[in-house]
């Protein structure tokens, strides 16, 4: 299935009168690793007197550094992503052998560039006992995978969801007194209880897209009533060789294609979607996070109504209507490969340019087609396609004739036939040039033997391509060996 939808993030800041405004931090652009196709992005910064600086933070994440240099009277951020929603399976990674069952240590190596995502910040008595909680959970045949399910479920089970307007993040014991909290106070709580069971974690901020479904389903949960969109966080935990993979405790699942990274950190402090002072002053508040479909591929749930394809039918007819009018023709052409059913194993109908047989029955194809098509047809044997790395050109047989019928040759007769040997060799050939010569009433002595020149085959031999060994020589065939020498 693949829907893309445009999402858009509108927040506006209207202050009761003109103040100074620090430099403003934007982190509301898709993080690289986002696993969701981004086809679009664009930010829009209001008022439009001011300097924006794009920068990436330590840990990659994209940062909009606004200036204003003068003072303002309202801070507007006008977001808008696109994006392909192509289901992805959030188990499809591999890990590291040493990594497939928990608990499992990161590499010297590894560990040390994962520090700041190990810290440990909260030790307080009601979380210690929910990481021993977590812990009994681990038994000797648990894999890791199983191991994280079971410590997501396990902090979606244990706190109620609410929306918390207060700005930050609880710590993990004001979230446990209440077991109660938002989806960054969830995912903050996962960090923790990660760090100390010895995995990097890190807290995440993003788009949450949950898309109405076609069908409603028949032994669960139907997902959103209509399409959604918001600010979401998540958390992400490091695993060797699948590398960052994101737990979304808040719903108890993994992260899929409706979880879209903005800023991942080691603390929610420097993941905060617009920070930056300002004077004091009264604010009015405005927010609005829509998502809209834009295209939609008909799938098995929603192929195309009767309507549509009516409208599909009737742009096709009238399509063909417009190309028969403006009298548009399209031809196609072709290279057909015709082999003899005598011996189709044979090299000459599957390698080699030339065979015992393929002259013959290639002469034979050519006159009925020549017979076919015209009327005193030109019939011309010469060079066809000369291709790198062999010794010499392919034939080719050409037939030409007028479009108005005339005939261009009358005697069919005096044309050799390629499939005939009629014993011609060099003194024939010697012959012939000594007769021409004195019709043409020139001196045969003047006539001089030719040899292979080596400087042009060397030449040739630099026109070789990459993928053709020059050294790897077929022994076997004549004109190969014909080559070599003349070298």
């Known amino acids: 299935m693949s829907i893309r939808v445009a999402v858009r993030h509108y927040t506006k800041y209207s202050y009761d009168r003109h103040i100074q405004l620090s430099p403003q931090v934007i982190r509301l652009r898709p993080a690289p690793h986002s696993r969701t196709l981004i086809k679009g992005y664009s930010l829009n910064v209001q008022p439009e007197n001011h300097f924006i600086n794009w920068q990436q933070d330590p840990f990659g994440n994209y940062l909009a550094r606004i200036v204003f240099p003068e003072k303002v009277d309202h801070f ?15 188990f499809d990674f591999f890990m590291e052998d040493y990594a497939q069952k928990f608990p499992f240590k990161y590499e010297e190596n590894l560990k040390r560039q994962l520090l700041p995502y190990l810290e440990i910040t909260e030790r307080d008595p009601i979380l210690m006992n929910l990481i021993d909680r977590a812990r009994a959970l681990i038994t000797k045949d648990i894999n890791t995978i199983d191991t994280l399910v079971a410590i997501n479920q396990l902090i979606n089970q244990e706190l109620q969801y609410r929306i918390r307007l207060e700005p930050g993040v609880q710590t993990c014991k004001q979230t446990l007194d209440t077991l109660s909290g938002s989806c960054r106070d969830f995912a903050w709580l996962l960090v923790q209880v990660l760090r100390h069971l010895g995995l990097a974690a890190r807290f995440t901020s993003g788009y949450l897209i949950q898309l109405k479904a076609d069908e409603k389903s028949l032994d669960g949960p139907s997902g959103a009533e209509e399409d959604f969109t918001d600010l979401h966080a998540w958390t992400e935990v490091y695993v060797p060789g699948a590398g960052w993979i994101g737990l979304d ?5 993994f992260a899929g294609e409706g979880h879209i990274p903005l800023a991942c950190t080691p603390d929610p402090q420097s993941a905060a979607p617009i920070s930056g002072s300002a004077e004091p002053c009264e604010t009015h508040f405005e927010y609005k996070n829509t998502v809209t479909r834009i295209h939609e591929k008909p799938r098995v749930t929603k192929p195309y109504s009767d309507e549509q394809w009516e409208m599909i039918k009737a742009i096709g007819d009238q399509v063909d209507s417009d190309l028969m009018t403006n009298d548009v023709r399209l031809t196609m052409g072709g290279e057909p490969t015709f082999v003899g059913i005598d011996n189709t194993d044979a090299a000459e109908w599957n390698s080699a340019a030339d065979g015992e047989h393929k002259r013959s029955l290639a002469n034979t194809l050519f006159h009925n087609l020549k017979n076919k098509f015209s009327n005193g047809a030109l019939m011309q044997y010469g060079q066809g396609k000369w291709y790198p790395g062999e010794p010499l050109p392919r034939w080719k047989l050409a037939c030409y004739w007028r479009l108005d019928g005339h005939p261009i ?11 005939k040997d009629y014993g011609l060799d060099h003194n024939l050939a010697g012959q012939f040039l000594t007769e021409l010569a004195e019709a043409l009433h020139l001196d045969p002595n003047h006539m001089l033997p030719a040899y292979e020149d080596p400087f042009y085959f060397i030449w040739e031999e630099s026109k070789v391509p990459v993928n053709v060994d020059p050294i790897k020589l077929d022994l076997k065939s004549a004109l190969e060996r014909q080559n070599w020498l003349s070298c």
């Open 76 to 90: 507007e951020v006008d977001v808008e992503v696109i994006a392909d929603m192509v289901v992805i399976n959030p």
């Open 249 to 253: 405790s808040t719903s108890g699942l």
């Open 409 to 419: 040759w009358s005697n069919d007769q005096l044309m050799a036939d390629i499939s």
